[in-house]
């Protein structure tokens, strides 16, 4: 089963190769790791996707709170985040198939970025499902490039994950 | 106050107590140790970096306060991993300081430069590569603050050679205030309560202790609880010695190479209550078989230790000491005579198999040993079966204490560790016991108690084998033994005599009562070499 766990740690270097190393050491599964500054300059946010059951997330979450620079960690409940991740696709497409793609794009919320004779570069930001299905409906167009970024969560409702001072 | 980082270093070790400090020079280390030639703090200088750990690590367990060890940058750094190691898989405080390059050269592969936060990171509590000279007094003080409290083991500080010669304005911080660092050390009372009644209804229950007891510093509330509530004690190999092996409610060493009695009280008890212990794979092989048969407590400083290992019904987080006061408070005297009863059938009265002519029996040894040495003594045990020997034989009384590498099981530990302790209370008679495959790691610490006039005693137990290996080799693997020869070792008695030390040889009866009574009573540095039948076993 998959999990979303939000960790907020000091913006200190080495903390993510101290959390990385956490994982392949004590044999924990990392589906994505997406790490980036938050509103307060001293705290970053790293959201990990983790492959486990309820005994190894307890594990996770444990081993992630002994470390020093971790200041919280919360694993969301199903359904408890909204979650995004974002996606950036190159396909070899020339001026016959762009209108399919253009309306593959509107249905799916994707944007072209960029546009040349032979390629349309498309951009989706979406929930990891939406972004799979758009992948599947592009396929076959043929990709020659594609990068993703690791998922971003946060909590629905007014509730927030926040560092105490 | 405007000094030097490198002279900052050294205050903040007077500033926090530290009269000893292990190292090793070198040139990315010199100006701080340029530094501490001005303070009253007292050098020891080791023969090797990992040795300088592990006395750290010794002197450490004995003063149950944080110990300092120095290396240089690259090699001496990276030797001292196996130290670090060691002293983390046996949760004790070690502040170690090593030097680094100059911090424009991080990362160039210059001469002597290794990553050594990255490297250790697996083996530490925290670590800090400094890149601010203004930033030394609070990573000192935390790093203290870090090693010492919650559940305790290891801190690194690795100090760029320019960073320490920059000029800083010195002030040691009173307090430290690290967001994600906050260890529970109080039980919560409600949680008290349910452990203190599921006790108390228990009727076989049984305490185990293990190393967090002596971190904690729990001894007398342990033994006061046992007592007022009869109920028998035993321990991993890491609680050894928190419990008199002779207390008619002590039941001896739990796990693979523990004894029968402690093993199936273990099987038998039905409620089983685990203090500092973290159920390691040597001490209990079949949690998931015991959680289903037994309720299990744990009390822990690490939350994370606590369903790690087995499953608990009664989790109670917090420090050993706080929680059995807690616990004290509540607690009414009970009786388990049936428990008792059923506990005390399966004692066996110790038994000594004869031996070939010219060797004699290393359980009787220890046991006689432990007979003759003074009260308060410290017991180095190395590893292999010299260890498990001490683990079982030795008859720990009140105020001994067993130092071992329990968790990591580093060979050659024995010697330095006991070198660390002696220097942390020199009032108390210290021995080291190691095999002759042990010594062979860390006999180079000779030297330094000769240099440094460490009175310690040391028993080696020649049987030229590594002993336990062979006995694998033996059971596991058709009796094909390979590597398992100490041929080429050297002879223990002339070694000693080449460090200026004086040495007996144990071949007999006789040599056996001279060198105990020798080891127990003689001042100075000693070494007893006791011959072992190649073939005589662990357990």
Redesign the interface.
């Known amino acids: 089963m998959k999990h979303t766990i939000s960790v907020l740690?000091?913006n200190h270097s080495?903390v993510l190769?101290?959390i990385s190393?956490l994982f392949s050491?004590r044999g924990f599964n990392i589906e994505s790791l997406a790490v980036g500054p938050t509103h307060d300059p001293a705290v970053s946010r790293v959201t990990i996707i983790a492959d486990g059951n309820d005994?190894t997330v307890?594990?996770i979450e444990?081993?992630l709170?002994?470390?020093?620079?971790?200041?919280?960690v919360k694993t969301f409940a199903q359904g408890e985040c909204m979650a995004r991740e974002l996606l950036l696709v190159k396909i070899a497409a020339g001026a016959d198939k762009r209108q399919d793609i253009m309306t593959i794009c509107e249905i799916t919320n994707a944007k072209v970025i960029d546009l040349t004779l032979t390629t349309m570069t498309l951009e989706v930001c979406d929930k990891y499902e939406h972004l799979k299905r758009f992948e599947e409906l592009i396929a076959p167009y043929g990709i020659i490039e594609m990068v993703r970024t690791g998922t971003i969560a946060i909590q629905k409702g007014a509730e927030v994950i926040a560092?105490?001072? | 106050m405007k000094m030097t980082a490198a002279q900052a270093m050294a205050q903040c070790l007077n500033a926090e107590g530290i009269k000893v400090v292990f190292g090793y020079p070198g040139a990315a280390i010199c100006p701080f140790y340029d530094a501490l030639l001005d303070t009253d703090i007292r050098h020891i200088l080791v023969r090797h970096e990992a040795n300088g750990g592990h006395e750290a690590s010794g002197y450490a367990r004995i003063s149950g306060k944080p110990a300092v060890c120095i290396a240089t940058s690259g090699p001496g750094a990276v030797n001292l991993i196996t130290a670090i190691a060691t002293a983390y898989a046996d949760s004790v405080p070690l502040i170690c300081i090593t030097g680094q390059v100059n911090r424009d050269q991080i990362g160039s592969d210059a001469f002597q430069e290794a990553d050594i936060?990255?490297s250790a990171?697996?083996f530490v509590?925290?670590s800090y590569?400094v890149s601010e000279p203004q930033d030394i007094p609070r990573i000192f003080k935390e790093a203290f603050y870090?090693a010492g409290t919650g559940r305790p083991g290891p801190v690194l500080i690795d100090v760029p050679m320019d960073v320490q010669r920059e000029m800083i304005d010195f002030k040691y911080p009173t307090a430290v205030d690290?967001?994600?660092?906050k260890p529970t050390v109080k039980g919560n009372p409600w949680q008290v309560k349910r452990v203190y009644k599921a006790l108390a209804e228990a009727k076989k229950p049984l305490i185990c202790l293990g190393g967090g007891v002596f971190a904690g510093g729990a001894v007398r509330e342990v033994r006061q609880l046992a007592r007022t509530m009869q109920i028998p004690v035993i321990t991993t190999m890491m609680g050894i010695s928190a419990f008199p092996s002779d207390d008619p409610l002590f039941y001896g060493m739990i796990g693979m190479h523990g004894v029968m009695s402690a093993n199936r009280a273990v099987q038998d008890c039905d409620t089983l209550f685990l203090i500092g212990a973290r159920v390691g794979d040597r001490a209990v092989r079949t949690p998931l078989a015991l959680e289903k048969t037994t309720k299990i407590i744990h009390i822990d400083i690490?939350?994370?230790e606590i369903?790690?290992n087995i499953n608990v019904d009664y989790p109670l987080v917090g420090d050993s000491k706080l929680v059995l006061r807690q616990l004290l408070e509540m607690a009414e005297p009970c009786r388990h005579d049936d428990w008792l009863g059923q506990l005390s059938a399966l004692r066996t009265e110790k038994t000594f198999a004869d031996v070939p002519e010219g060797t004699v029996n290393p359980k009787l040894f220890i046991d006689r040993l432990s007979k003759a040495m003074p009260d308060g003594s410290v017991i180095c045990a190395d590893v292999g079966q010299n260890q498990i020997w001490t683990c079982t034989d030795y008859c720990f009384s009140d105020g001994d204490r067993l130092v071992t590498s329990g968790g990591m099981g580093t060979m050659g530990y024995s010697l330095p560790a006991a070198i660390g302790a002696k220097l942390a209370d020199p009032k108390r008679t210290v021995c080291a016991i190691c095999g002759d495959g042990s010594i062979q790691m860390s006999m180079m610490e000779l030297a330094t108690a000769v240099q440094h006039s460490v009175d310690i005693k040391l028993v080696i137990m020649t049987n030229t084998r590594l002993g336990m290996v062979r006995e694998l080799q033996t059971k596991g693997y058709n009796d094909r033994q390979t590597a398992v020869f100490l041929d080429g070792s050297p002879d223990f008695i002339k070694l000693a005599d080449a460090y200026g030390i004086p040495a007996v040889r144990v071949t007999d009866e006789a040599s056996m009562e001279e060198a105990i009574t020798r080891l127990s009573n003689d001042k100075g540095l000693l070494v007893a070499e006791v011959i072992v039948d190649k073939d005589f076993a662990t357990l």
Do not use: F
């Open positions: 740690v000091e080495g190769s101290r190393g050491r005994y307890e594990q444990k081993q709170n002994k470390l020093i620079e971790v200041i919280k560092a105490k001072k | 936060t990255g990171e697996p509590k925290h590569l870090i690290i967001r994600g660092y690490d939350p994370a369903g790690k």
